[in-house]
T-cell receptor
Framework: DTEVTQTPKHLVMGMTNKKSLKCEQH?????MYWYKQKAKKPPELMFV???????INESVPSRFSPECPNSSLLNLHLHALQPEDSALYLC???????????FGSGTRLTVV | KQEVTQIPAALSVPEGENLVLNCSFT??????LQWFRQDPGKGLTSLLL?????REQTSGRLNASLDKSSGRSTLYIAASQPGDSATYLC???????????????FGRGTQLTVWP
C-alpha cells in the first residue's frame, strides 16, 4: 500500500457544526502532516506529528484540533469554523529525511 | 527563511513541445527537492524526488535536475500531451531541526496547459 487515504472527499458544514477529517496510511511512515490549500495558492503547513506526538503547530486557531490516535491514523477535528476556513485540506506522510512525501487526495471543505 | 520561486507562473503550449519549468530556492541547506503535479481540486502527486547529493532524476518523459549550490532545479517535460495539463509544484525539504523539522517549502506553482 503506497497511498494516503483521506475521508471524506467533500464536506459542507455550518459554522456551528462539529466535524472531523480522517487520514490513514499503511506505509509505516512515522511523520504525518496537515496542510491547508486555498485556490491558486501553494499548500500551507498546519500541523506536524512525529512518532504520534505533535511536533509543530503553525499557530493554527483552536477551532482546528488535530489528533493522532496511532501511527497510521491522523484526524483533524473541526468546530465553529468560519467561511474563510473553506479550502482543500491535505494530509501527507513521510519517513525521516531524506525520504519524500506522499500526499492524499484531499478533503474539499466548504463552510456555510 | 527558505523561499521557493517558480517561473513561469503559467505556460500554454501546443501538443508535442518540449517544456522547461524552473524552480529556485534561497537556502541550499536541503535534504531533497520534490516535484509534484496537482490537478484542479485534487491532491498532490509526486513526480520526482531528487536528493541533495544527486544531479538529476528521470521518470518516463520527465527529467528533473538539481544544482544545489546555485539553488536551482529544472523540470523538463518531453513531447508534451494534453494530459500533462496541471499545476506543477516544486518543494524543498530543509536540513535542520525545530521549526523546520519535516516541513516542505513550496513554490507557487506553474500552471501548464497543453492544447491539441
Amino acid at each position: 500500500d503506497t497511498e494516503v487515504t483521506q475521508t471524506p472527499k467533500h464536506l459542507v458544514m455550518g459554522m456551528t457544526n462539529k466535524k472531523s477529517l480522517k487520514c490513514e496510511q499503511h506505509m509505516g511512515h512515522r511523520a504525518m502532516y496537515w496542510y491547508k490549500q486555498k485556490a491558486k495558492k501553494p499548500p500551507e503547513l498546519m500541523f506536524v506529528y512525529s512518532y504520534e506526538k505533535l511536533s509543530i503547530n503553525e499557530s493554527v486557531p483552536s477551532r482546528f484540533s488535530p489528533e493522532c490516535p496511532n501511527s497510521s491514523l491522523l484526524n483533524l477535528h473541526l468546530h465553529a469554523l468560519q467561511p474563510e476556513d473553506s479550502a482543500l485540506y491535505l494530509c501527507a506522510s513521510s519517513q525521516p529525511a531524506p525520504r519524500g512525501y506522499t500526499f492524499g487526495s484531499g478533503t474539499r471543505l466548504t463552510v456555510v | 527563511k527558505q523561499e521557493v520561486t517558480q517561473i513561469p507562473a503559467a505556460l500554454s503550449v501546443p501538443e508535442g513541445e518540449n517544456l522547461v519549468l524552473n524552480c529556485s530556492f534561497t537556502d541550499s541547506a536541503i535534504y531533497n527537492l520534490q516535484w509534484f503535479r496537482q490537478d484542479p481540486g485534487k491532491g498532490l502527486t509526486s513526480l520526482l524526488l531528487i536528493q541533495s547529493s544527486q544531479r538529476e532524476q528521470t521518470s518516463g518523459r520527465l527529467n528533473a535536475s538539481l544544482d544545489k549550490s546555485s539553488g536551482r532545479s529544472t523540470l523538463y517535460i518531453a513531447a508534451s500531451q494534453p494530459g500533462d495539463s496541471a499545476t506543477y509544484l516544486c518543494a524543498v525539504r530543509p536540513l535542520g531541526r525545530g521549526s523546520t523539522l519535516g516541513r516542505l517549502y513550496f513554490g507557487r506553482g506553474t500552471q501548464l496547459t497543453v492544447w491539441p
